[in-house]
């Protein structure tokens, strides 16, 4: 079992920076692979970028790629996506997830932070 709790999020102006942590609690956070989604009001959930539980690859969605940047500390049990250049259609509410040894299916999920982007 894997409890994921997310925080960091908040109201930013768009080219503005912020930071998101996803700290995990339970055995072996080093053998997850983790991920960041979003979900905008009145939108599905989208993928936003993963790593491997190794933390040699990473992924990302095209709408964030060169802003974004997912890392981990396998030391603190926590991944961290760092958002920069930030925009009005980044805001949505961000989830993170993890995946026992993989990326692409997850079996746990946090409940979400709140990223919202003024213009």
């Known amino acids: 079992q894997v409890q994921l709790v997310e925080s960091g999020g908040g109201l930013v102006q768009a080219g503005g920076s912020l930071r998101l942590s996803c700290a995990a609690s339970?055995?072996?956070?080093?053998?997850?692979?983790m991920a960041w989604f979003r979900q905008a009001p009145g939108k599905e959930r989208e993928f936003v970028a993963a790593i491997s539980w190794s933390g040699g690859s990473t992924y990302y969605a095209g709408s964030v790629k060169g802003r974004f940047t997912i890392s981990r500390d396998n030391a603190k049990n926590t991944v961290y996506l760092q958002m920069n250049s930030l925009n009005p259609e980044d805001t949505a509410v961000y989830y993170c997830a993890a995946g026992y040894k993989r990326v692409g299916n997850y079996d746990y999920w946090g409940q979400g932070t709140q990223v919202t982007v003024s213009s």
């Open positions: 339970g055995r072996a956070f080093s053998y997850y692979g």
